[in-house]
């Protein structure tokens, strides 16, 4: 594991340095100096100038220096750094939200991503309207597919993908938990990576298969999620922000229903002839 | 006197129907001057419009005033024919009728096609991008797909397939982009919005077919056509090893796409 997070240590230090040579800006002593750190922080100590890398993952302070730092809020390079991940880093992450034994917000470090929590969600999106449809022709063969189930899951999962965060992360801010908004958005948008398989199971259409595969999904997930909102809810000097964490498993509820209900039901009306 | 209107007004004309023998400014202006020597510069109309046009459109003077200019001096023509070899186009386009303006646009949007149906075709025509074919294929697609769908969604249909293909087109570039590959957002958007013609030709096809067997194949070669076609161009973006990542997003656009033009009609 951490032989794999070396190499890609070493992959994206000669991204910055060639961005650089195109666009004529002067990053010499930052970048000269931070491509040595990130390989001799490995091995030696941190007693020179740079006793903050040390609290952060030594990528994430290059590249905020090369990357996002010296653009403004609005250009499309100032968000390249929330998207600065491999392939392994996210299919990494995606298999933890499948397994959640360790800490996510952890394993994440401070490289929080938005590719998996836009393109996972955007995926469970086509997946359910792929398999939904799938599983209608199986129920019934003359029925035309329905694009409503397309629009309704954008506006759904759309919704609970990005609306949630924002809502338990207000509420943790008003705790005094510091969170982080993207974090809670990177748990959020990877905790739906166990609707994929089950949407491709659930075609099986029995409705007993599909029970029992949503109870399954909302427990990892929610489980996902909770375990790791607890710690940062459990900064938080009053009790009641335990409620927090009901009101949280009682929205995944809701979501695990809404899925099992709009997707994974498919009670469509015999055609009348 | 009256000769020389003619002559000024034929000369467009004259440039827009070989635009080969033409592209030369000093032919025009020698064609003109020998077949009417005595020509005489209007000072109302002429006149004013070397001053101003030579000034605003510095880069393309209109056929009318190399004539002029070429008969009192012909350093300035120099400069004009340097101008005209910049443009995109041989000729001057401002005067040209608008149904010769819109047929050369069509045919350049079928060079782009042609090149997209040939697996190795030149992939640099796109470099000069368009959003016209894009727009095309992506109204025809929307409309053979609302007609064909379920009843009473076709209004839900048509905006989603439009939604769908320009927006996913959009995103799927900005994702490229945040990714650190080395890629214009139009030529981008161009270029996936082109790719999907395969995509649009099964979807026509479909419309006389409705047997799984033959449409499975068929809507699987276009799908992978338009991926093969797509994907080379993210190819020269400099994606190291987040290519996978890049194109992810790409196979998801065009397998929706798909996935609709497969069920549309079952």
């Given at each position: 594991?951490?032989?794999?997070?070396?190499?890609?240590?070493?992959e994206m230090d000669d991204e910055p340095t060639r961005r650089?040579?195109?666009?004529?800006?002067?990053?010499?002593?930052?970048?000269?100096?931070?491509?040595?750190?990130?390989?001799?922080?490995?091995?030696?100590?941190?007693?020179?100038?740079?006793?903050?890398?040390?609290?952060?993952?030594?990528?994430?302070?290059?590249?905020?220096?090369s990357q996002?730092?010296?653009?403004?809020?609005?250009?499309?390079?100032?968000?390249?750094?929330?998207?600065d991940?491999?392939?392994?880093?996210?299919?990494?992450?995606?298999?933890?939200?499948?397994?959640?034994?360790?800490?996510?917000?952890?394993?994440?470090?401070?490289?929080?991503?938005?590719?998996?929590?836009?393109?996972?969600?955007?995926?469970?999106?086509?997946?359910?309207?792929?398999?939904?449809?799938?599983?209608?022709?199986?129920?019934?063969?003359?029925?035309?597919?329905?694009?409503?189930?397309?629009?309704?899951?954008?506006?759904?999962?759309?919704?609970?993908?990005?609306?949630?965060?924002?809502?338990?992360?207000?509420?943790?801010?008003?705790?005094?938990?510091?969170?982080?908004?993207?974090?809670?958005?990177?748990?959020?948008?990877?905790?739906?990576?166990?609707?994929?398989?089950?949407?491709?199971?659930?075609?099986?259409?029995?409705?007993?298969?599909?029970?029992?595969?949503?109870?399954?999904?909302?427990?990892?997930?929610?489980?996902?999620?909770?375990?790791?909102?607890?710690?940062?809810?459990?900064?938080?000097?009053?009790?009641?922000?335990?409620?927090?964490?009901?009101?949280?498993?009682?929205?995944?509820?809701?979501?695990?229903?809404?899925?099992?209900?709009?997707?994974?039901?498919?009670?469509?009306?015999?055609?009348?002839? | 006197?009256?000769?020389?209107?003619?002559?000024?007004?034929?000369?467009?004309?004259?440039?827009?129907?070989?635009?080969?023998?033409?592209?030369?400014?000093?032919?025009?202006?020698?064609?003109?001057?020998?077949?009417?020597?005595?020509?005489?510069?209007?000072?109302?109309?002429?006149?004013?419009?070397?001053?101003?046009?030579?000034?605003?459109?510095?880069?393309?003077?209109?056929?009318?005033?190399?004539?002029?200019?070429?008969?009192?001096?012909?350093?300035?023509?120099?400069?004009?024919?340097?101008?005209?070899?910049?443009?995109?186009?041989?000729?001057?386009?401002?005067?040209?009728?608008?149904?010769?303006?819109?047929?050369?646009?069509?045919?350049?949007?079928?060079?782009?096609?042609?090149?997209?149906?040939?697996?190795?075709?030149?992939?640099?025509?796109?470099?000069?991008?368009?959003?016209?074919?894009?727009?095309?294929?992506?109204?025809?697609?929307?409309?053979?797909?609302?007609?064909?769908?379920?009843?009473?969604?076709?209004?839900?249909?048509?905006?989603?397939?439009?939604?769908?293909?320009?927006?996913?087109?959009?995103?799927?570039?900005?994702?490229?982009?945040?990714?650190g590959?080395?890629?214009?957002?139009?030529?981008?958007?161009?270029?996936?919005?082109?790719?999907?013609?395969?995509?649009?030709?099964?979807?026509?096809?479909?419309?006389?077919?409705?047997?799984?067997?033959?449409?499975?194949?068929?809507?699987?070669?276009?799908?992978?056509?338009?991926?093969?076609?797509?994907?080379?161009?993210?190819?020269?973006?400099h994606?190291a090893?987040?290519?996978?990542?890049?194109?992810?997003?790409?196979?998801?656009?065009?397998?929706?796409?798909?996935?609709?033009?497969?069920?549309?009609?079952?």
């Amino acid at each position: 594991m951490s032989r794999e997070e070396y190499s890609v240590v070493v992959e994206m230090d000669d991204e910055p340095t060639r961005r650089e040579e195109l666009e004529f800006q002067d990053f010499s002593s930052t970048s000269g100096v931070g491509g040595k750190i990130s390989k001799d922080k490995q091995a030696s100590s941190n007693n020179d100038g740079f006793n903050n890398a040390s609290f952060f993952d030594s990528n994430q302070s290059i590249r905020n220096e090369s990357q996002g730092g010296s653009y403004p809020l609005w250009s499309i390079e100032y968000y390249a750094r929330y998207f600065d991940v491999d392939t392994t880093q996210v299919l990494e992450r995606a298999s933890k939200s499948l397994f959640p034994k360790d800490n996510f917000v952890e394993t994440v470090g401070s490289n929080p991503d938005l590719y998996g929590p836009f393109w996972i969600p955007t995926t469970v999106i086509f997946l359910l309207f792929v398999t939904a449809t799938i599983a209608k022709f199986i129920s019934d063969k003359d029925s035309p597919y329905d694009f409503i189930i397309l629009s309704f899951g954008f506006a759904a999962i759309y919704t609970y993908s990005f609306g949630m965060p924002f809502i338990v992360w207000g509420a943790l801010k008003y705790f005094g938990c510091s969170p982080s908004l993207l974090d809670t958005i990177g748990l959020y948008g990877y905790s739906l990576t166990i609707w994929l398989p089950i949407s491709i199971i659930n075609i099986i259409p029995s409705d007993t298969v599909r029970w029992a595969l949503v109870i399954v999904g909302f427990a990892i997930s929610g489980f996902f999620i909770t375990r790791n909102l607890y710690p940062i809810i459990s900064r938080a000097d009053s009790k009641t922000s335990r409620l927090l964490l009901i009101f949280v498993l009682a929205a995944h509820a809701a979501f695990a229903l809404l899925l099992k209900f709009k997707f994974f039901s498919y009670q469509w009306k015999p055609k009348s002839d | 006197m009256p000769l020389s209107p003619l002559s000024e007004s034929e000369s467009p004309l004259h440039n827009n129907t070989n635009e080969d023998t033409f592209i030369n400014p000093f032919e025009i202006s020698d064609n003109v001057s020998s077949a009417d020597p005595n020509i005489t510069i209007e000072p109302d109309d002429v006149g004013l419009s070397t001053d101003n046009k030579s000034q605003t459109k510095a880069k393309s003077p209109t056929p009318k005033t190399t004539t002029t200019i070429n008969i009192e001096q012909t350093s300035t023509s120099v400069s004009g024919s340097i101008g005209q070899q910049t443009r995109p186009y041989a000729n001057d386009t401002l005067d040209e009728p608008v149904s010769v303006t819109i047929l050369r646009d069509l045919r350049n949007v079928a060079i782009k096609l042609q090149q997209v149906l040939n697996p190795k075709g030149r992939r640099d025509v796109l470099k000069d991008w368009d959003l016209w074919g894009p727009l095309i294929l992506c109204l025809s697609l929307a409309i053979i797909l609302s007609f064909n769908g379920p009843t009473g969604q076709d209004i839900s249909i048509f905006t989603g397939v439009f939604v769908i293909v320009w927006c996913g087109s959009a995103i799927v570039t900005i994702n490229a982009k945040l990714l650190g590959g080395a890629v214009s957002f139009f030529q981008s958007v161009c270029t996936l919005g082109y790719c999907i013609f395969p995509l649009v030709l099964i979807a026509f096809v479909n419309i006389f077919t409705s047997n799984i067997f033959i449409r499975i194949p068929l809507v699987i070669l276009a799908l992978g056509w338009s991926l093969y076609a797509s994907v080379s161009f993210l190819s020269a973006s400099h994606l190291a090893n987040r290519r996978t990542l890049a194109v992810y997003p790409l196979f998801l656009f065009y397998s929706v796409i798909g996935w609709m033009v497969f069920v549309t009609g079952l």
